[in-house]
């Protein structure tokens, strides 16, 4: 019958080994820690300087937005290019609110506004937007913007004129108390609805 060695010597674990899970552990946690950083920065990059989301509020675009709607703004677009005909934009009106309203007429531009019609350098434009508001208004027996006329006038560099959708119910640069719209106050373009779910869309110009 074999005899243990009482004598062998006591062997000390591995503590390089030993400490091999607990330094595991702490380099996943600060790359968790580093990635969670990473994600903040970019969502602060991303809501302050390229995108922000912007509450519709009140009825001045009806028939196509509506109050409560959520929007994305591009805030980047125009520090590329100027602003274009027909789109939907974002920006801060004298009375310290932010409005949305849509381009109409562009730096250098004539226009003049009567009733349902609206004349750029002398030529009635094309308003795809409001165009079954207006056939509707028609058939009911009263043309749809059912405000004051607005006088030929020639719009400033660097600012544009913007008007509201329903064109009979929007404060916009129609009115003296707005008037016509520096670039330097434009938020930037409106891009998608994403609430209500129902509605979630890219916004066509």
């Known amino acids: 019958m074999e005899q243990k060695n009482q004598d062998q010597p006591y062997i000390e674990p591995d503590s390089a080994a030993a400490a091999a899970p607990a330094k595991s552990t702490k380099n996943e946690t600060w790359e968790w820690i580093k ?4 994600a903040g920065v970019l969502v602060i990059i991303i809501r302050w300087f390229l995108f922000s989301p ?26 590329i ?6 789109e939907v934009i974002v920006f801060h009106a004298p009375e310290g609110k932010d409005y949305i309203k849509r381009v109409i007429g562009l730096p250098g531009e004539t226009v003049k506004v009567t009733g349902d019609k609206v004349f750029i350098n002398g030529q009635e434009i ?19 913007n059912t405000l004051s006329d607005y006088p030929e006038t ?24 707005v008037g016509f719209v520096p670039y330097d106050k434009i938020v930037g373009r409106a891009e998608v609805i994403f609430w209500p779910v129902s509605k979630i869309s890219f916004i066509h110009f």
């Open 54 to 79: 912007f509450i519709v509020d009140g009825d001045s675009m009806r028939p196509n937005f509506s109050t409560g709607e959520r929007l994305i703004v591009n805030k980047i677009v125009y520090d």
């Open 81 to 86: 290019r100027s602003p274009k005909r027909g």
């Open 35 to 38: 990635a969670l950083v990473i």
């Open 154 to 177: 020639k719009i400033p560099d660097n600012e544009i004129f913007a008007m509201g959708d329903n064109r009979p119910n929007s404060k916009d640069s129609r009115a003296k108390s």
């Open 126 to 144: 094309d308003q795809p937007f409001i165009k079954e508001a207006i056939e509707q208004a028609n058939k009911d027996g009263h043309p749809y």
